[in-house]
Antibody, heavy 121, light 107 residues
Framework: QVLLVQSGAEVKKTGASVKVSCKTSGYTFTGYFIHWVRQAPGQGLEWLGWINPNTGGTNYAQRFQGRVTVTSDTSVNTTSMDLIRLTSDDTAVYYC??????????????WGQGTLVTVSS | DIQMTQSPSSLSASVGDRVTITCRASQTINSNLNWYQQKAGKAPNLLIYTASSLQTGVPSRFSGSGSGTDFTLTISSLQPEDFATYYCQQSYSTPRTFGQGTKLEIK
């Protein structure tokens, strides 16, 4: 079955960086884009960006440009998200999620379990 | 960026009620609209894709409609397990924006 398993919770200081990994299984890794989405406590869902694991191509939300980097390693079917210069506003649960293409659009059919990143001074 | 606006932000209803949640896009997105359900402490779960297609395994009491800028999610007869938060998301362009969510609570 399709699984996306994320790395464990992180506690970071303001100004530090964090790396969250997402190991996939049960499907052809290079056949599907992977999104990264976050959710601050009590808040809604916010899209950070995505990666095409086949080409390594990425697309990031403008507000995270320069702070977020998403990479993939096809040898271990894993994608990772790096976020630098953390502030308390980055405290959130971070999700990886698989994208399915349909016509001109797409949707997310499988999600990781989420990784809580807590940023404090 | 395309802004997605859901209404209402919260809703109280009873088991057996028919409920409708709306989502409006700031520009046309054709039928590139998805609906997700999220329960506390869990990842979201896909309900409806491309505005009206029911995801495999999702009960038929859920339905979606709309195109262009205005969309609706309808639950025909609320069940206890449906009390959750619902999000729309556009897949017309990047960034893939979500609505702010609609929290469905028990009356």
């Amino acid at each position: 079955q399709v699984l996306l398993v994320q790395s464990g919770a992180e506690v970071k200081k303001t100004g530090a960086s964090v790396k969250v990994s997402c190991k996939t299984s049960g499907y052809t890794f290079t056949g599907y884009f992977i999104h990264w989405v976050r959710q601050a406590p009590g808040q809604g869902l916010e899209w950070l960006g995505w990666i095409n694991p086949n080409t390594g191509g990425t697309n990031y939300a403008q507000r995270f440009q320069g702070r977020v980097t998403v990479t993939s390693d096809t040898s271990v079917n894993t994608t990772s998200m790096d976020l630098i210069r953390l502030t308390s506003d980055d405290t959130a649960v971070y999700y990886c999620a698989r994208d399915i293409r349909r016509g001109s659009g797409s949707y997310i059919d499988f999600w990781g379990q989420g990784t809580l990143v807590t940023v404090s001074s | 960026d395309i802004q997605m606006t859901q209404s209402p932000s919260s809703l109280s209803a009873s088991v057996g009620d028919r409920v409708t949640i709306t989502c409006r896009a700031s520009q046309t997105i054709n039928s590139n609209l998805n609906w997700y359900q999220q329960k506390a402490g869990k990842a979201p779960n896909l309900l409806i894709y491309t505005a009206s297609s029911l995801q495999t395994g999702v009960p038929s009491r859920f339905s979606g409609s709309g195109s262009g800028t205005d969309f609706t999610l309808t639950i025909s007869s609320l069940q206890p397990e449906d009390f959750a938060t619902y999000y729309c998301q556009q897949s017309y362009s990047t960034p893939r924006t979500f609505g702010q969510g609609t929290k469905l609570e028990i009356k």
